[in-house]
């Protein structure tokens, strides 16, 4: 997982963003995974690593 996040953190816009999760929020699939994050003043800030079974609408906040 670190290596990842060290990708996200290298190539921010790496991952679609979902605005329909709240403005800025970006995905990124990483095996049985997806990690949510945003970028702030050129920082990876995740939001949630989620099971992709796992509804994203119930865990972010919009």
């Known amino acids: 997982m670190q290596h990842v996040l060290a990708l996200l953190d290298r190539n921010t816009g790496i991952g679609p963003a979902n605005e329909f999760l709240g403005r800025g929020i970006?995905?990124?699939?990483?095996?049985?995974h997806r990690i949510y994050y945003e970028i702030d003043n050129g920082d990876v800030i995740v939001a949630r690593i989620l099971?992709?079974?796992?509804?994203?609408?119930?865990k972010l906040d919009p």
């Open 26 to 32: 970006r995905s990124f699939a990483f095996k049985s």
């Open 51 to 58: 099971h992709k079974a796992q509804d994203v609408a119930d």
